[in-house]
């Protein structure tokens, strides 16, 4: 049996769960609930349930911020967004964040419980949209066919790598800065992060191949 403990400010989703997992069919049972985030914190005890299922928009609090003081309070356990929000922005930030799912609540019950058993696994279960826009995002170039960038990324990341500013890779490439910040930005969201240090930690940690290596080789 999966235990859970719901975070949502609307009653009548609390009890339309409920009403789908009761006690006596034995897949799954809600063991516990709060309307806000601080009464969450206060009154769930780690040791009743397997799993958090938390709405994105609580009464306070942002949701990443919200996301990460559960994280920190219930480390873990993991922790579902079961939310009618169904922004790709924000499905991909939660994601991110650490939810090991994303569930609509317009989901079945068997969608519900099929999340559930993977999630129980250990696995992070990614939506079709996440899925689609991550195929997507992929442009494949032969000079780095692992990343999918095209050829103007790579050029534009061989001198970024270097360390050099939009106004000097303007230059180099004979592009004007706006067009390098943009796909700056672009490349920043295929690798899914937020700002320019994050993109180089990245890029250091997937061992990013220069294009340029490729190019003289």
């Known amino acids: 049996m999966v235990r859970i403990f719901m ?84 499905q991909r930030k939660m994601f991110k964040a650490g939810a090991k799912a994303y569930i609509s609540k317009h989901a079945s019950k068997s969608e519900i419980l099929q999340t559930l058993e993977r999630v129980m696994k250990g696995e992070t279960v990614y939506t079709v949209s996440v899925n689609d826009f991550q195929s997507k995002r992929k442009i494949y170039s032969f000079r780095n066919p692992k990343y999918g960038l095209t050829e103007e990324q790579n050029e534009i990341l061989k001198y970024f790598i270097e360390g050099n500013p939009s106004k000097t890779i303007s230059k180099k490439i004979a592009k004007s800065i706006p067009t390098i910040d943009r796909a700056i930005r672009d490349i920043r969201e295929i690798f899914m992060v937020t700002n320019n240090l994050e993109l180089i930690k990245t890029l250091l940690k997937l061992d990013y191949e220069n294009p340029s290596d490729k190019s003289q080789q």
């Open 7 to 90: 975070i949502e400010d609307h009653q009548v989703t609390i009890s339309g769960l409920h009403s789908y997992f009761r006690p006596s069919r034995g897949e799954v049972k809600i063991t516990g609930s709060a309307t806000s985030l601080n009464e969450a914190v206060s009154i769930a005890d780690p040791e009743t349930f397997d799993v958090l299922f938390m709405d994105l928009w609580l009464p306070e609090g942002e949701p990443l911020d919200n996301f990460k003081q559960l994280s920190k309070k219930f480390s873990g356990k993991p922790i579902l967004l079961y939310t009618g929000e169904e922004s790709i922005h924000w």
